[in-house]
């Protein structure tokens, strides 16, 4: 099933520049996941870009928790759809599915790359050297994370059941229907009490 891959062009919706809208989708088979269609829309233009990921069987809606201690905790893959929501509440770190939510899959280093790279265009950004300071003492400890001196929590929630991260100590439970309908809007679950309740 690797590399079952479609192309094509389109005019793009976005800036109307004929034949620049290239839709790319590949097909892959992740390991203990199961088939995705990963689906990647890019105008040669005006560089609009959009990726998802799809699974091509049905899953149930679920939360993963990662407790990230160490370095090899870093390479554990990650399926984000544009559905799911990442939490690492140890860093204030909370990113909402959207509009322009990209899919993607990767591992969990990527994932603090990602954040890292918001970090530093919300730094070019920023009002205040307050919120400068917290966005440098955020990106301080996803390097510590990275490096294996610092630990936190990697939660991924998707109401559709379409994103996981993958590997040995990934904690996994069936979203309620309850929490589904406050997922669909907009409510994010923390799930901070049931932490709480464990320590």
């Known amino acids: 099933m690797e590399n079952v891959q479609n192309v094509q062009r389109l005019d793009c919706p976005v800036c ?5 809208f290239v839709i790319t989708t590949h097909q892959i088979d992740i390991p203990y996941f199961g088939p995705v269609l990963e689906t990647t829309m890019i105008c040669e233009k005006c560089n609009f870009r959009r990726s998802d990921v799809f699974p091509l069987e049905v899953r149930e809606p679920k939360r993963y928790k990662l ?9 554990k893959r990650v399926v984000r759809s544009s559905s799911a929501y990442i939490q690492i509440p140890e860093l204030g770190v909370e990113i909402k599915p959207g509009p322009l939510a990209e899919g993607f899959v990767s591992n969990v280093e990527g994932v603090l790359n990602r954040v890292d790279n918001i970090l530093q265009t919300l730094i070019r950004w920023a009002e205040t050297e307050e919120q400068k300071k917290k966005a440098e003492e955020i990106r301080e400890r996803i390097k510590k994370l990275k490096e294996g001196k610092d630990e936190a929590t990697l939660i991924l929630i998707d109401p559709l059941g379409h994103s996981a991260i993958i590997g040995e100590g990934v904690e996994e439970e069936i979203l309620s229907e309850e929490e589904v ?12 009490d049931k932490e709480k309740e464990k320590k």
Not at 16 to 20: A, C, E, I, R, V
Not at 67 to 75: F, G, P, R, T
Request: charged share 40%.
């Open 16 to 20: 109307g520049s004929k034949g620049s």
């Open 67 to 75: 407790k990230i201690k160490s370095e090899k905790d870093l390479n």
């Open 181 to 192: 309908e406050k997922l669909k809007e907009g409510i994010v679950i923390m799930d901070l």
